[in-house]
Structure formats: C-alpha cells, structure tokens
C-alpha cells in the first residue's frame, strides 16, 4: 500500500503562483512514477504531468507546458508540483498519484494508469 496525501492549494489571483507538495508513505519503492491529474466542477479528471521516480523523465499536458514544474525528492517521499502564470481555467482540485506501471512518462497519462491516489487539494485561481 501507499498513502498519499497533497498539501498547498488555496486561493490565488490569476498571475499567481503555488506549489502543491504530496507526500507518500508505505510501500514508497513500489511506485514507478508519479503523476497530478485535476478535477474541475462537472468536468472529468485530467491529466496535468507526471515524474518517474528518478526525477529525470515527465511529460506535460500541453494545456500546463511551460507554467508548471514537477520535480521530486526522494529522500523526503515528496512530489511537487509548482505552479506558475495560473488562469481562473486552472481552478480545480488536485490529485497526486502513484503508478505501478512500467513505460516511458509519455504514455502514462490516464488515470487507470495509476493505482494510488491522494485525496486532492483545491486551487482556485481568482481572475
């Protein structure tokens, strides 16, 4: 098993910055890579980016590229996800998850590629 559960959202104004953090417990080693999806009301739940576990692979939905970062530290089992240049369109809730699939970052992008998952923390983005 592995637990995770994300901190960070809140309310920010358009132009603004936050970094979400997830941390992870349990079975840590498990994981092969981890990724953030968002949930907008009456919308589905997209994928944002992801990061394999060594932190030197991830991929971009191409709707973030270039305003968010994902970047890992393994020695504190935590995930980030800064977020920068944010639009009211970026208002969701955020999840991190866990995936145990091998292949490259680029093609883990759908949520049941990923079997752990957070709780989700809310940012909204005020314009």
């Known amino acids: 098993q592995v637990q995770l559960v994300e901190s960070g959202g809140g309310l920010v104004h358009a132009g603004g910055s936050v970094r979400l953090s997830c941390v992870a417990s349990?079975?840590?080693?498990?994981?092969?890579?981890m990724g953030w999806f968002r949930q907008a009301p009456g919308k589905e739940r997209e994928f944002v980016g992801n990061i394999d576990r060594s932190g030197e692979s991830g991929y971009y939905a191409d709707s973030v590229k270039g305003r968010f970062t994902i970047s890992i530290d393994n020695a504190e089992n935590t995930v980030y996800l800064q977020l920068n240049s944010l639009k009211p369109e970026d208002t969701a809730v955020y999840y991190c998850?866990?995936?145990?699939?091998?292949?490259?970052?680029?093609?883990?992008?759908?949520?049941?590629?990923?079997?752990?998952w957070g709780q989700g923390t809310q940012v909204t983005v005020s314009s």
């Open positions: 998850a866990a995936s145990l699939r091998s292949g490259m970052t680029a093609v883990l992008v759908r949520t049941n590629d990923y079997y752990y």
């Open positions: 349990g079975r840590t080693l498990s994981y092969s890579a």
